[in-house]
Structures are given as structure tokens and as C-alpha cells.
């Protein structure tokens, strides 16, 4: 079941490759605010498609596929901030330029996906955000305000448990998953006993046991956790330095990109992948709490999947 669906959006994303990449990239900055635009009315039409747990994350068309809108605003907010840095680089050092357009944008985007209850979605988007201005150049000073502005909204989850309750929740299982094996911790912990099954070669290719109706989700955000079961840690360390080998080349990219939106532009699309693979990897660790988070071209998902390619097209 698994195989057939992710193998159509495999061979859709990447055709979308092979055409984005011969497409010029600076017809993104031409249409950027538009693109944003779309990202941010979609944000809104998924808020009306809760389902009865109360998340909001996917916008259902019919009965033929779903594509969840968070994935498109990265890229969105990506395009857009480099338009940005890029339009105003001898300006980005005052607050005008170098914050304020910057804070009005992302704190939309945000402020819509957590009225979603996607904790990942908005950790994601945030850090890719706070990213795009180091990289577009916005003064140093401003970042300490932002660290304060992080530090303070982690200090209400923790002490006001109403404000957020289900952020509240996880990072209480993150400290002690046994609090609730049954519960809260079960999947983090059934991911602990897999990664520790796998020893150092592994059980082998398929022999997982872990992904038989004990950990939760194991073709999603815990695919790692089953990596690690099925390759052991020399296998793991194989996928590990595959990723860091194709962040690294993105970078490389970025810095030889003859303008700064193309340089911008490419360093936001290796960000975000480097920043989803860090997560995924600390979240299935139990490193950082569980918020569900993709690990890119792993994970299954048809949007994660075509956006990352696409991402990849352009890159």
C-alpha cells in the first residue's frame, strides 16, 4: 500500500525536478509575494478542516488525495524572504528592513499554523525564518531580542500548562517517557527499544519487529527509528552522512550562485532539509520531545515528498 502511493509521488517529484531545474529560478522572485499569498489563504482554508482530535493540517480533496499547506508555506516563506534580502542588501542591518517585513510575515504563517496544533510545522517554519535573515544579512542585535521572545513563550508552556496544553504534554513525556509507557511515551520509547535492537549491523533489510504494530507510525515520523532496528548503527551512520554530504553540496551551491536571491534562495531549500533531518533524528532519539517531524525522502507523505524534490529542482 505504502509502496505503490509514494512511488507514484517518487516519479511525479521527480519529473518536477528534472522541469525545475531547467526552469529559471529568478522567475520565483517576480512571482514571490503571490506565492506567499497562496501559501497564507491555504493556511486559512485548512483551518476549517479539523478533524476530531481538533488538528487542523490537511486540506481534503475529495476522495482522490489530501496535501498538507504548512509544507508549501516553507517553501513560500523561503522564496519570499530572499526576495527580501536580496531587494534590500544594503538596508538589511536597520530594524525597516532587516526585521520588520521579516516579523510581520513570519508571524502570520506562525501564528496560523499553531492555531493548527502543528508544534513541528511551527518550529520548522520559525527557524527557517530566523535562518533567511542571518543568511539575508539582518543585524546581529535583533537575534538576541528573538532568543528572548523564544525564551519566554517556552517559559508560559511550561508554567502555564492552559496555554498550549498539548506542547505542555510533550515535553513533560519527554522527560520521563515512563510517566506513561502506555500512553504519551509508548511511542517514544518502543523507538528507544528499536534503535537498541539494531546493535551495531542490524537485524537486516525488512527484519524489523518493532514496525509490526509497536511503534507507532513507523513509515512516517519514526522511518528512523526502523532504519536504525533493520541497519544497525553502521547503517544509520550511512543515511547520516548521505544527508550531511547533500547539505553540504547545497551549501556549496548557494555560495557559488552569481546573485544573492539565487544564493539566498538555495540556501533556504538545504536549511530546511538540514533542519528536518536534525529534528527527525533528535525527536526519534528522544534528544528533544516528540513533535512529529518527517525525515525527508525517507518518511512517507506525497506534499513532504514533491516539495523536498521540487525544493531539490531548484536547488
Keep these: 500500500y505504502f509502496i505503490k502511493r509514494q512511488l507514484f509521488f517518487a516519479v511525479v517529484g521527480v519529473a518536477a525536478l528534472l522541469v525545475i ?43 482522490l488525495f489530501s496535501f498538507q499547506p504548512s509544507e508549501i508555506a516553507k517553501f513560500a516563506l523561503i522564496v519570499l524572504f530572499a526576495h527580501f534580502a536580496a531587494t534590500n542588501s544594503d538596508k538589511m542591518k536597520t530594524f525597516r528592513y532587516g526585521v520588520l517585513p521579516f516579523a510581520v510575515c513570519l508571524g502570520m504563517v506562525v501564528v496560523l499554523v499553531v492555531l493548527e496544533r502543528h508544534l513541528s510545522g511551527t518550529i520548522i517554519i520559525g527557524a527557517i525564518g530566523v535562518a533567511m535573515m542571518w543568511f539575508g544579512g539582518t543585524h546581529i542585535k535583533y537575534f538576541g531580542l528573538m532568543v528572548l521572545a523564544v525564551a519566554a513563550v517556552a517559559a508560559v508552556i511550561l508554567i502555564v500548562p492552559s496555554f498550549m496544553n498539548y506542547a505542555t504534554e510533550r515535553v513533560i513525556t519527554w522527560r520521563d517517557p515512563y510517566l506513561d509507557a502506555r500512553g504519551d511515551g509508548y511511542q517514544t520509547i518502543q523507538s528507544l527499544i528499536a534503535i537498541g535492537s539494531g546493535g551495531i549491523w542490524g537485524a537486516g533489510l525488512g527484519n524489523s519487529r518493532q514496525k509490526y504494530l509497536y511503534i507507532p507510525e513507523p513509515q512516517n515520523d519514526f522511518i528512523f527509528a526502523v532504519v536504525c532496528e533493520e541497519l544497525g548503527f553502521i547503517g544509520a551512520s550511512i543515511v547520516v552522512i548521505l544527508f550531511a554530504l547533500l547539505i553540504w553540496r547545497g551549501y556549496v551551491i548557494a555560495m557559488r550562485c552569481p546573485d544573492k536571491f539565487g544564493s539566498l534562495l538555495a540556501a ?48
Design 268 to 315: 533556504g531549500c538545504v536549511t530546511h532539509i538540514g533542519m528536518q533531518v536534525l529534528l527527525n533524528i533528535a525527536v526519534v532519539t528522544n534528544t528533544i520531545p516528540n513533535t512529529g517531524i518527517s525525515l525527508p525522502l525517507f518518511s512517507y507523505g506525497g506534499t513532504a515528498l514533491l516539495m523536498t524534490l521540487g525544493e531539490m529542482g531548484v536547488v
Design 21 to 63: 531545474s531547467q526552469v529559471n529560478y529568478k522567475i520565483l522572485q517576480k512571482y514571490s509575494l503571490l506565492l506567499f499569498a497562496g501559501s497564507v489563504a491555504l493556511l486559512v482554508v485548512v483551518l476549517f478542516m479539523r478533524d476530531s482530535s481538533g488538528f487542523a493540517r490537511w486540506i481534503y480533496i475529495g476522495n
